[in-house]
């Protein structure tokens, strides 16, 4: 087991030391203008690929933005009309945004191409081509880049573009139906009430809205072994966690399928990548059964689109998602 680890959880029980050690500051890679926009540009185009959508999407929400909404940025840049950022935490803020759009600007104004495998060999999910899809966007006009600038500048004007919300325990934040897709890079492993997220999602979906996640199922520092977090038992679990708002949910790629299927999903995309699996023997009891499959998957790209029987409650509630 990795002493590391355990040393920083227990360290969140401790006053003083947890505001050290349980204080989240930095989480991945939304404060680069480039990674946001390889991001959203690899949900864009697989969206487009997989027969979700002809067109930039006119309303998004983002679980999860980060650093920064700089992902969320660049899908306004190109076309849509609002976006939403959901997270845990209040980690973005206007100085880091401003600095990322402005540099989104620059690379929608010179049509770079999508940054790929040599600069991220760490992003998925991987494409077929990092050409500029021009045919799938429009390149933004200077009122455009206004009209974002000073929705970031004052998102809690009602006209604004941008919805930041952290924490956003209140899935009504997004009235039911108000969403085309919604989008998390590195998220729905380290979101707790898996349920309750996919079922608001649900909610928040219009009919003809889409999923697109990539989950990335390693064990996040807290293991020598890319899949050690399925060897630990809960008790063990709990001291590792300590008192952080988020670590990981140690959910395979099982659950997932399962639960957007029971929200009323079909899936319409699942490119897996796989590593090799833990000795059975190793495993915690709670994990003993897992399949095969799961235990091979370290990581997944889904995209997923709403029934197209499913219907929205007429009471429009919303299901409230636990904090913890
Ligand atoms: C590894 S970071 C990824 C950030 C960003 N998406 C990126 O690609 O750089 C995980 C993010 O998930 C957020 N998070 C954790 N639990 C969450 C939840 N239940 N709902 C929304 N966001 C959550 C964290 O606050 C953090 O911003």
Redesign the pocket.
């Known amino acids: 087991m990795k002493i590391g680890a355990l040393a920083r959880g227990l360290a969140t029980y401790v006053p003083g030391m947890a505001r050290l050690h349980g204080h989240?500051t930095h989480?991945?890679?939304?404060d680069s203008a480039r990674?946001c926009y390889s991001?959203w540009l690899r949900h864009l185009v697989m969206s487009n690929q997989n027969g979700l959508c002809a067109r930039v999407p006119d309303r998004v929400a983002e679980?999860?933005?980060?650093?920064s909404i700089g992902?969320g940025l660049a899908a306004l840049l190109c076309g849509a009309d609002r976006y939403y950022g959901?997270?845990?935490?209040p980690?973005a803020n206007l100085r880091r945004n401003l600095v990322v759009f402005d540099e989104l600007v620059d690379l929608f104004r010179a049509r770079a191409a999508i940054p790929g495998e040599t600069e991220f060999p760490g992003i998925k999910p991987k494409l077929q081509s990092y050409d500029y899809p021009e045919a799938l966007l429009k390149n933004p006009d200077r009122k455009r880049i206004e009209r974002i600038r000073s929705s970031i500048e004052d998102s809690t004007n009602p006209e604004s573009m941008v919805r930041y919300v952290a924490p956003?325990w209140n899935p009504a934040v997004i009235e039911a139906g108000g969403v085309n897709m919604i989008f998390?890079?590195?998220?729905l492993e380290?979101?707790?009430d898996l349920k309750t997220?996919y079922s608001s999602m649900r909610a928040w979906l219009a009919p003809g809205g889409w999923l697109s996640h990539q989950i990335d199922f390693r064990s996040h520092g807290t293991a020598h072994e890319w899949n050690g977090h399925w060897t630990y038992g809960d008790r063990l679990w709990r001291l590792l966690r300590g008192r952080r708002a988020?670590l990981i949910n140690r959910e395979p790629h099982s659950t997932h399928v399962r639960l957007l299927r029971e929200a009323g999903f079909t899936l319409v995309c699942d490119e897996t990548v796989r590593d090799y699996a833990v000795a059975r023997h190793k495993l915690a009891r709670r994990f003993a059964s897992l399949s095969d499959c799961d235990l091979s998957i370290s990581g997944a790209f889904i995209q997923a689109r709403l029934d197209a029987t499913s219907r929205h409650e007429s009471s429009g509630a919303v299901p409230r998602?636990d904090s913890r």
């Open positions: 989240v989480t991945g890679g939304s990674y991001v679980l999860g933005p980060g650093d992902i959901l997270d845990a935490l980690l956003w998390s890079q590195a998220v380290h979101v707790d997220a988020f998602l």
